[in-house]
């Protein structure tokens, strides 16, 4: 019997609305996966549907969890990252991302910037700049369209389309990616990814809900760290990650639950703690 795996889950804590690390936590664990926060800001709420939002920059706290670690010479399995609060923060977990990993370690990158074709609030372009710098030494970026278009400094339009547009982000298959929000069959969703160690790319999709649907993409990109740290092949962590979406979107419709709450996925989670990985 083996140990858990263990990641280093760097994002924003938001207290009300199912998002960062609301989610990041309990799917991870549910996944068999211990999961080590290390929030990069308090906001009361999330930032979609919301207003007057109190936020708490947590800069001095985040330099000094991972110099702590450091010194207890901690190594993680997997390093997650999400939303953080400024380029500084960005750039200070690039810099430390050497201490923490271990032999065989994975470094997944959510490049939370946008969606929709617009910057999240409070979104910079030396932001923009530096989470292009972080996604250079990850093993793995999950952007949906829009940080797509961010990182390859393009417009929507212009870039390709599936899996030509999932080998474009490789760095010449330096990382493996895995792009959100795509669409090649009618009435299905989900995503396009490359592998790097095979060089294989695909798609997999799962139907599609209309609506957006706030914590969606901190679900999915969740699922698939998650099913990476137990070994499975990215496809199969894509594929259960659009899958268990799609079910939580449906679930949050059945029960008539707010969209801006985020999704209804803690009754679903057992469909993850019970697969075997």
């Not at 409070?122 to 961010?150: G, K």
């Amino acid at each position: 019997m083996n140990a858990a795996p263990r990641v280093a889950a760097i994002h924003d804590l938001s207290c009300f609305g199912r998002c960062s690390l609301t989610v990041v936590l309990p799917t991870l664990s549910a996944m068999g996966v211990q999961c080590c926060p290390v929030p990069a800001a308090v906001l009361s709420t999330h930032t979609g549907g919301f207003d007057d939002i109190v936020r708490t920059d947590l800069t001095g706290q985040l330099a000094g969890t991972l110099k702590q670690w450091e010194g207890l010479k901690l190594s993680f399995d997997g390093v997650y990252t999400g939303y953080m609060a400024s380029a500084e923060q960005i750039r200070l977990v690039a810099e430390r991302l050497p201490g923490l990993k271990g032999t065989g370690s994975i470094t997944v990158v959510d490049p939370v910037l946008g969606d929709q074709g617009k910057l999240y609030r409070a979104i910079s372009a030396e932001m923009v700049q530096a989470m292009r710098e972080l996604c250079h030494v990850a093993d793995v970026i999950l952007p949906n369209l829009t940080e797509a278009a961010l990182l390859l400094d393009k417009d929507l339009g212009e870039l390709p389309q599936g899996e030509e547009l999932a080998r474009q982000l490789s760095q010449g298959g330096r990382r493996s990616v895995v792009v959100t929000g795509v669409e090649q069959r009618a009435g299905q969703i989900g995503a396009a990814w490359y592998d790097r160690d095979s060089g294989q790319t695909g798609v997999e999709d799962a139907p599609k809900i209309d609506g957006a649907y706030h914590g969606s993409g901190d679900l999915f990109a969740s699922v698939v760290t998650g099913a990476l740290m137990r070994e499975a092949h990215l496809s199969e962590g894509v594929g259960q990650a659009a899958s268990f979406v799609s079910n939580c979107i449906q679930r949050t419709l059945d029960v008539g639950a707010p969209r801006r709450e985020g999704l209804e996925f803690e009754a679903l989670l057992g469909q993850l703690s019970q697969r075997q990985w």
